[in-house]
């Protein structure tokens, strides 16, 4: 296992990798590794002969400097359980400094209004920083593949149209979403959750696969009046958006089409704490 933590040692690197027609891969992260990001590990490691694992946590994403602050680093057992993964895994942990040189900012991207809703509506310029690492570890790795996990659906969705306006030759692989034993969905944020609040945030996929069940003989508009409700009643997760959209725009639907795939997303606030959740719903 190695750890680089500047740009030119790991290119220098992976210039003699890709002079021998070596495969890469590589799974960006932000450290705190859970069950979730093995599996994204363990399939990059299936499908390339190199994987890269960055851990960076990446200020511009964050629009709230408390759940910065409070964001879990846990580079120690990250690197830990790697090498329980491979020894072979190249690990990039680079400073702020080395990823913005210059000013911590993000550059601005069109996404195509795809960063308009959900989580773009609640978290100003969250996915322009998301965007700028991004480009900035594809850049520096040139992976054939990279992998990212369903739970982030519309950062997966934004991901590839990223790659598409930057004309990068990189397969964007989504990965499906690993859950606890409770259902709720594997996120670095669970950590921070105490034992009460943990069994209670199952309630979140709960919901979720009953508004799976209800979909094919409901309106959409009565299916979020319902889930809403169902959130009302829960003293101890504040609801942020419910809202079911399709999976190619993003934007909120309000009459189902034939031909349509949908997705129920949703944010909830557990003690301040702010958990994001999806599922297909047909
Ligand atoms: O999903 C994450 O952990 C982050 O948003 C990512 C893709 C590593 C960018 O910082």
């Not at 859970?34 to 363990?42: E, F, M």
């Not at 809703?117 to 900035?136: A, K, S």
């Not at 609801?239 to 949908?262: H, N």
Request: proline fraction near 4%; glycine fraction near 4%.
């Amino acid at each position: 296992m190695r750890v680089f933590n500047t740009k030119k040692e790991l290119k220098t690197l992976l210039n003699t990798v890709y002079t021998k027609n070596c495969t890469v891969g590589m799974v960006p992260t932000m450290g705190a590794l859970h069950v979730g990001h093995v599996s994204l590990v363990n399939r990059a490691i299936k499908e390339n002969n190199l994987v890269v694992v960055s851990i960076f946590v990446n200020p511009t994403q964050f629009n709230n400097s408390d759940d910065l602050k409070k964001y879990p680093k846990t580079f120690k057992e990250d690197i830990a359980l790697l090498k329980e993964l491979s020894e072979d895994i190249l690990v990039y942990a680079p400073s702020v400094n080395e990823i913005y040189p210059d000013t911590v900012e993000p550059n601005n991207y069109d996404f195509d209004g795809l960063d308009e809703v959900m989580e773009g509506e609640f978290r100003e310029d969250h996915f322009n920083g998301v965007g700028t690492v991004v480009e900035e570890l594809l850049q520096t790795v040139l992976p054939q593949k990279a992998y990212f996990g369903e739970k982030d659906f519309q950062q997966l969705q934004i991901i590839k149209k990223l790659v598409a306006i930057k004309h990068l030759p990189i397969d964007i692989i989504g990965c499906p979403i690993v859950r606890e034993a409770s259902g709720l969905a594997m996120s670095s944020r669970n950590e921070r959750l105490s034992k009460e609040l943990r069994n209670e945030a199952a309630f979140i996929y709960k919901t979720l696969l009953e508004v799976k069940k209800k979909f094919s003989k409901n309106s959409i508009n009565s299916l979020i009046k319902w889930a809403e409700k169902e959130f009302d009643g829960q003293s101890k997760l504040t609801l942020e958006y419910l809202q079911i959209a399709s999976e190619d725009t993003l934007r909120p639907a309000f009459r189902k089409q034939k031909d349509k795939k949908y997705r129920a997303f949703v944010a909830v606030y557990a003690d301040g704490i702010r958990l994001i959740d999806n599922i297909a719903l047909n």
